[in-house]
């Protein structure tokens, strides 16, 4: 296979680009570095592409090795004909090669094996032949009577010949191929309740769907019925289509044998071509449905991190809780601890007044400007206390109900315990709320990514491909945003392009015994931090107030002498960048002509723009650019809702079939994607994203099961 053109056929690409990444690749570079620095080389592609492309080159890769191992195979085998080699090299999936490969595995004991042991397949093949001339299959049965081999009778030469027969039309590839596409094109699925009671799988009790049109949610919600046992599943197709489909090869009337290759293929399709096509049809629509819950947890985990921060605020965190009360601690705007107390505002214990005065000194002491409450257990309780605090305060503070989702993961760590060893676990949680209103992206990279809580289905996802793909989003958020280089963490540190967990430990070590970096160039000194991972990283890391003004931004050390030129050009200094001076720097760019600047500067145009936007916002996160988040002074409860109520809310998760939107009644409501726009779409995704503050309107209420309908569209 060439790959490099079936990439670029595949992404709809210029061979170019595809080269040239797929080099960068090999060269050991990251996905993020390539996306920021290397656009020239890949015609600017973004990250997403490019992690895409190389998961797909690790595919086409893997198919390559497939091949040759196959074809040695049959080789040894003294099986391998051109024939063979066109249709391995043809074949454009596992699946496919998995058809061809099937007669030349080695295979387990099978009753076809178990017959041509017995001698039976000479047998099998006269019958197979069904010459017009042959005598009937039982009378030639009766020559391979052996009874030291165990063919006692006719009968049992017949069963094993058919055995074989029924093995081979089973293995042949080109049936298999036309019957996984007729299947999948005409099969229906039917799902049937496999006790009296499936509690929240009542629509699937006795329910079908043909296979082409089943959306991936509802492959998905069937698997997890069946998995715990609730559901049986299956796939129907018409019998008949199938035989028409074996009969065309295999089938050859006005012979003695017809009728019986006829059974044998009956049974071939009924013991093994179905049972193995429906397994494989099933395991495609879940990988399908997997492939694409993936991606829309990918899509909301971004959104969720790149959540505009809330900078600067010395925060109050409420852990909420019953029985063990609710947990406080004040932080500063850097994410420093002030404080912490328990308090008891709900019941069982309902001290109110007493946990009014303790809120109330806290803000007072610290100068307490917002409070983030956490949105599990107790919360809502715990809201409507804060914002009667809030209101008896009267000093402009505002809350945020911030999702807790891992919260309780974290705390429990050996992280959280490294971090905080005089707390106990519940007053970490409070600590970790605060900070995720402060900014999530850096308190969110301390949690596995799929304890998160914005996606569906997470715990039913092949796990390897789902940690790789949150994984890759929360190294793009990182490296998007960039990364203080004197005050990140060690699991900040280790997202970064080229670090992993053990440079990470030693940049904060540095940092430690040698006091804050003065310069990018000082990270050569941290030991096992070579010219490779700093070729990788030095971009996304940035030193505030060093000795070069261009540390702080996102260009590279490689083209700071482009830059500097580039400022002397266009008649700016240093000072100039550090004060902010520098907004009509692309103005000036275009008045000398961008090609031509780039050209004198030995760069090209992509870099050159961004060089430009980073001196005219040094510093800058692309974060800021957001719509800020929603915060609240009062609350409202389930019982106030009324149908036809419009209400302002942010939306918390986005899946196939709607989005939950946060209104402020502790109870997130859905908005079915029927109800989000007036045109068409196919998934929420395509108007929604988490974060996103809307207007939503009250459909209908059921306070009993804590259920809210809302609709985007006026009713």
Known sequence: MDIIKTLTEEFSLKPFQVENTVKLIDEGNTIPFIARYRKEVTGSLDDQILRELSDRLSYLRNMDETREKIKKSIEEQGALTEELIVAIDNATTLTELDDIYRPYKKKRKTRASVAKEKGLEPLADIIYEQASDCAEPIVLAADYINEELGVETAEDALQGAMDIIAEKISDDADVRRRMRF???????????????????????????????????????????????????????????????????????????????????????????????????????????????AIKVFSTNLKQLLMQPPVKDKVTLGLDPGYRTGCKVAVVDGTGKVLDTGVIYPVPPKSKIEEAKIIIKALVKKHDVEVFAIGNGTASHETECFAAEVIKELDTGISYMVVSEAGASVYSASKLAAEEFPDYDVSLRSAVSIARRLQDPLAELVKIEPKAIG???????????????????????????????LNTASVQLLSRVAGIGTAVAKNIVTYREENGKFTSRRELLKVAK??????????????????????????????????????????????SDVKSGNVKNLTERINARGLENTAAELNIGVPTLEDIAKELERPGRDPRDELPPPMLRQDIMSIESLKEGMKLKGTVRNVIDFGAFVDIGVHQDGLVHISRITDRFIKHPSEVLKVGDIVDVYVLSVDVAKKRISLSIKQP
């Open 182 to 292: 007729v299947c999948s094109a005409h099969g229906i699925i039917t799902v049937k309740a496999n006790t009296e009671d499936i509690g929240v799988y009542e629509m699937y009790a006795d329910y079908s769907e043909p296979v082409s049109k089943i959306p991936d949610h509802r492959i998905l919600a069937i698997n997890r019925g069946e998995k715990e046992e609730l559901l049986k599943v299956n796939i129907d197709f018409d019998k008949d289509k199938a035989m028409f489909i074996i009969s065309k090869t295999h089938i050859k009337e006005g012979s003695p044998a017809t009728e019986t290759v006829k059974t044998a293929a009956e049974d071939a399709y009924q013991r093994l071509i179905f049972p193995s096509i429906e397994r494989e049809i099933r395991s495609e629509l879940t990988d399908r449905a997997s492939t694409a």
């Open 454 to 484: 914005v996606g569906q289905y997470q715990h039913d996802m092949p796990q390897n491909q789902l940690n790789s793909a949150l994984d890759g989003v929360v190294e793009s958020c990182v490296n998007s945003v960039g990364v203080d």
């Open 529 to 574: 931090l070579g010219p490779k991972a700093f070729e990788q990283c030095a971009g996304f890391l940035k030193v505030a107030d060093g000795k070069n003004v261009l540390d702080n931004t996102s260009v590279h050390p490689e083209s700071y002498e482009a830059a500097e030129k580039l400022l002397k050009l266009c008649e700016y200094t240093d």
